[in-house]
């Protein structure tokens, strides 16, 4: 386990990274010198080598109340600066220097210095400090977070005008994700693995690199579970570039993860020198399941789960896209299973790595997607022209999240948007580059080209639309094509289609409901409120006009048998977004007792399957504690 951070007082204290623990470790998170520099001239006014001039609270960021800051004007750039002791028992090691998020391009200086330089706020990056710090002595370090509003940039929600707007939010600029030093041996270490799920074979495939294929330098896993080890194997890793182990389990041990059952197996591994002595070593954990496609349904372990799935955005009041606490991310997954859903689509962000810890071990399942919104620049029927760093950092965030065995599927665009004609355009190329290197990084999962709007591949593993009408008749309507091959394909107002014809792959309505829902306005005439509350549709008069307009349309989609899930609209409300199952503050809008009463039946995808829509919330029996 890893040991906990010198002070209490610590904000998001928790280990940041909980499928790859190692012991030791400095959490930085907390008083930061902080000094925004709204025209971006701070390297050319002494900002890297002075003192700043505020201060903030790591890792939220200056927007949020919780940083002390709230500061919700366009910044350019904003500076960091803390000095740092680095423990001098770390000695004869090498110090890495980890930020889990900056927003968006960042450089990282110590001891004047530069270690660093990353593009992307949503993925992680280390800055490795040999020769620059030495445990022991103090390291200065200076971080400069670029944020233009100007351009293509992978933003998600976040605003481009001042004001929140429509379904854009208040900005994130800077760190917002935790920063922490780490001690590793100097010599060789293990690098983040990939475990690999094989329910066929009853086993796990390792794929464990090593930063140097030192002579007589092994590999070693070690599976267990509540009996003790299961299965532990060695490889040579001066051999091959990255070693790789298969731990079969004994047919009495082996458990497949689920809703019902998310079973998760501790695992140890470590690297052993050529005396046989560890080195090296972390914790991790392992989930045993499958996912494929028969048809027109997903299967999870060889049966037909219908996803019932939520939007989840991952705002929060005070930390905007930080949760102020670790328990907050595990709420969120609770408050869903609480209104009958099993899943989520993780909307226009790429979330904090725990968030997925919580869901392995809740039995939550989860679609990995990316923040894209960001590259519409205005061009006649190439309006959209997202660039090579989409591709890069969606890369960074499928090799992050690969082990998660409550990731089900991938999505790394959302509701791109083109009128297709006969020139290839730039979205073309990267959507093609970003499903390609989806299916090339991961064979295990299924890989959705873009959630809603504009498909563009046309071997997409599996095809969607998205449909906010209110009225579950014309809803129904809508959906019924789908038995003859022809289901509701979001196309351009002009009628001008934005996707290449679907070809009989597994379909979900993957946005849907978003019902207008603010209690406090309940029975007034609605106005025009855009800019401070709405949804979609006309604003129910009653809860109970809301519980049946929900219940019609749920009840469409899970008696439609071509059906394999979908995605509601949406877990909570967002600032003036008021369309979610509970409030901003995650207060109950609803009775979602009710709710869940309407998604438990089986679905008719679930016909005959032994399947558990909505058994009530359950955590792994025994649940690695990173």
């Known amino acids: 386990m890893a040991s906990a951070p010198p002070h209490s007082d610590v904000p998001r204290p928790e280990y940041p990274r909980p499928q790859f623990v190692r012991a030791d470790w400095l959490n930085l998170n907390g008083r930061w010198q902080f000094e925004i520099d709204r025209s971006d001239t701070g390297l050319e006014r002494g900002l890297r080598e002075r003192e700043l001039e505020g201060v903030i609270t790591v890792p939220f960021c200056p927007e949020s109340t919780l940083s002390g800051v709230g ?77 233009t ?10 605003s481009t005008w001042y004001a929140n707007s429509g379904c854009h939010y208040t900005r994130t600029t800077g760190i917002w994700q935790t920063v922490w030093l780490e001690p590793v041996p100097l010599a060789a270490r293990l690098k983040r693995p990939r475990i690999t799920p094989d329910l066929g074979s009853g086993a796990f495939h390792l794929e464990l690199p090593v930063t140097a294929n030192l002579p007589g330098h092994r590999v070693r896993a070690v599976l267990g579970d509540e009996h003790g080890q299961a299965v532990r194997a060695t490889a040579r890793a001066d051999l091959d570039l990255c070693p790789r182990l298969v731990l079969t389990l004994p047919e009495d041990r082996v458990r497949p993860w689920s809703p019902g059952d998310p079973h998760l197996y501790d695992l140890r591994l470590e690297l052993l020198d050529e005396r046989g002595e560890v080195v090296d070593q972390v914790r991790s954990y392992a989930g045993l399941r499958s996912v494929a496609l028969h048809g027109k349904r997903v299967l999870l372990n060889g049966e037909p789960v219908f996803q019932r799935l939520v939007l989840d955005q991952g705002y929060y009041p005070d930390g905007l896209m930080t949760a102020p606490g670790d328990a907050d991310l595990e709420r969120d997954i609770r408050l869903g299973m609480a209104a009958g859903f099993n899943g989520a689509r993780l909307h226009q962000k790429v979330f904090e790595e725990r968030y997925l810890y919580h869901a392995d071990r809740l039995g939550y399942l989860v679609w990995g997607e990316f923040g894209d919104w960001g590259c519409e620049v205005g061009e006649r029927d190439g309006n959209q022209r997202p660039d090579a760093s989409y591709a890069a950092e969606w890369l960074e965030a499928l090799e992050r999240d690969y082990s998660h065995p409550a990731v089900i599927g991938w999505c790394p665009l959302n509701e791109t948007y083109q009128p297709l004609h006969d020139r290839i355009t730039r979205l073309d190329d990267v959507t093609r580059a970003m499903f390609l290197a989806t299916k090339a990084t991961d064979t295990t999962r299924p890989v959705i080209d873009a959630s809603g709007y504009a498909h563009r591949i046309a071997e997409t593993d599996v095809y969607d639309s998205h449909c906010y009408e209110q009225d579950p008749e014309a809803f129904a309507t809508i959906m019924a094509g789908l038995a003859e091959g022809r289901p509701h394909v979001n196309a351009a107002p002009d009628g001008r289609p934005w996707s290449v014809p679907y070809r009989g792959q597994p379909y979900f309505c993957s946005e849907f409901g978003g019902i207008w829902w603010d209690p406090a306005a309940a029975g007034t005439a609605a106005g025009d409120e855009r800019d401070s509350s709405w949804g979609y549709g006309e604003r129910p008069r009653t809860a109970e006009e809301f519980v049946a307009r929900f219940t019609g349309l749920v009840e469409v989609l899970l008696d439609d048998p071509g059906m394999f899930g979908y995605c509601y609209t949406q877990l909570t409300d967002v600032f003036q977004e008021r369309n979610g199952v509970y409030g901003f503050d995650r207060s109950e809008k609803i009775d979602t007792g009710l709710l869940r009463g309407v998604q438990q039946r089986p679905a008719a995808c679930e016909s005959g399957a032994r399947a558990d829509p909505g058994g009530e919330p359950r955590a792994a029996e025994r649940t690695p504690a990173p």
């Open 149 to 158: 509003r100007h351009g293509p940039q992978a933003r998600g929600k976040q």
């Open 71 to 147: 500061e919700s004007d366009f910044m350019e750039a904003v500076w960091y600066r803390r000095t740092v002791t680095v423990p001098a028992s770390w000695a004869g090691s090498r110090v890495l220097l980890h930020f889990g998020a900056v927003d968006h391009d960042t450089t990282v200086w110590v001891n004047g210095t530069e270690v660093a330089r990353h593009r992307g706020g949503f993925t992680p990056f280390t800055a490795d400090l040999d020769g620059v710090v030495e445990p022991g002595i103090e390291a200065v370090i200076v971080v400069r977070a670029r944020d």
